[in-house]
């Protein structure tokens, strides 16, 4: 079984800093992409970035120059730094993952989220 879970989570006033962590655990071979969600008040739930095995990344325009995807291979784990947050980045925050097990089947996962409060 895998789990992916969801770390560092918090409240903030406006241009302060958070770092996200998603660790994922169990029979992985590989991540292939990780890549986190938010889902805002009365929003939909949303792609915020993403980062391929090969070091490709996606960052929605609003998040352009203030976050930051990055992952560690050896600890299964990926990070999203928020730098100079505003209101608007309040949202609960998935990771969500395309993991290749050790018998090289690919699957997806989602972690259950982590909420993400920025007022002033």
């Known amino acids: 079984q895998v789990q992916v879970v969801e770390s560092g989570g918090g409240s903030v006033q406006p241009g302060e800093s958070l770092r996200l962590s998603c660790a994922a655990s169990g029979m992985i071979f590989k991540i292939d992409v990780m890549a986190w969600y938010r889902q805002g008040p009365g929003k939909e739930r949303e792609l915020v970035a993403t980062m391929t095995s090969d070091g490709n990344t996606f960052y929605e325009d609003s998040v352009k120059g203030r976050f930051t995807i990055s992952r560690d291979n050896s600890k299964n784990t990926a990070y999203l730094q928020m730098n100079n947050l505003k209101s608007g980045d309040t949202a609960v925050y998935y990771c969500?993952?395309?993991?290749?097990?050790?018998?090289?089947?690919?699957?997806?996962?989602w972690g259950p989220g982590t909420q993400i409060t920025v007022s002033s």
């Open positions: 969500n993952t395309i993991i290749t097990m050790a018998g090289y089947d690919r699957y997806e996962y």
